[in-house]
């Protein structure tokens, strides 16, 4: 089966800008979650929806990023505006109903706000 | 809240050499423990896990047992090879948690191994 696809890979944008990160899980996975690697901090955990719904957004920072999964398949984070410590490596998983063990990750989009 | 702590690196090995990275814990329930590796340029991979007191998780040659005892779970490796460069990660689940099937990462740990 396909992985957990995240795009862009990489993105560079100026302070104040908007970004748009995007996640395809896999096929039939229900859980779909956003974490965020600061440099030189842990992974931290931002949101998990179940389907199109969020199950828990307790991770999420700030207004300024949304997160929204229409229809249940893949799933965008935006970024409104861009701060300098928003740079960091977002990675997306995806796991099947039920299955906490087997939660698979994308490759992460790296993004520095300059 | 639950946390994980984990050695700092970067550590650098030689090939063949013996592997250890520490991993300490705090929950406040029964939580589920991870190691995850990711090597240059991919995503996070599990690599083994552990879900209750005394278990032991291995893959590909690591090993890992949950010590409810000491609240640990270090990372080892009889003998490294130059393709086990990578980050590794310990993490926990705590289901009884708010963030229900969240995980709890570590700073993560880098291996760099010579040959």
């Known amino acids: 089966e396909a992985g957990v696809t995240q795009f862009p890979s990489h993105s560079v944008i100026e302070k104040g800008q908007t970004v748009t990160l995007r996640c395809d899980p896999i096929s039939g996975h229900d859980n779909l979650y956003w974490y965020r690697r600061v440099m030189g901090k842990e992974i931290k955990f931002l949101l998990h929806f179940v389907k199109e719904s969020k199950q828990d957004e307790s991770g999420m920072p700030n207004n300024r990023f949304l997160a929204e999964r229409t229809g249940g398949t893949y799933s965008t984070l935006k970024v409104q505006p861009a701060e300098l410590e928003d740079s960091g490596v977002y990675f997306c998983?995806?796991?099947?109903?039920?299955?906490?063990?087997?939660?698979?990750f994308g490759s992460g989009t790296r993004l520095t706000v300059v | 809240g639950d946390s994980v702590t984990q050695m700092e690196g970067p550590v650098t090995l030689s090939e063949e050499a013996f592997l250890t990275i520490n991993c300490t814990y705090t929950?406040?329930?029964?939580?589920?423990l991870f190691w995850y590796v990711q090597y240059p340029g991919e995503g996070l991979q599990l690599l083994l896990k552990?879900?209750?007191?005394?278990d032991k998780g291995s893959n590909k040659g690591f090993e890992a047992t949950y010590r409810k005892e000491t609240t640990s779970f270090h990372l080892e490796k009889g003998s490294v090879q130059v393709s086990d460069s990578a980050v590794y990660f310990c993490?926990?689940?705590?289901?009884?948690?708010?963030?229900?099937?969240?995980?709890?990462f570590g700073k993560g740990t880098s291996l760099l191994v010579t040959p």
């Open positions: 929950a406040t329930g029964y939580p589920s």
């Open positions: 552990a879900t209750k007191a005394d």
């Open positions: 998983a995806s796991s099947r109903k039920g299955r906490i063990y087997g939660y698979t």
């Open positions: 993490a926990l689940s705590d289901q009884n948690s708010n963030s229900g099937y969240a995980l709890n």
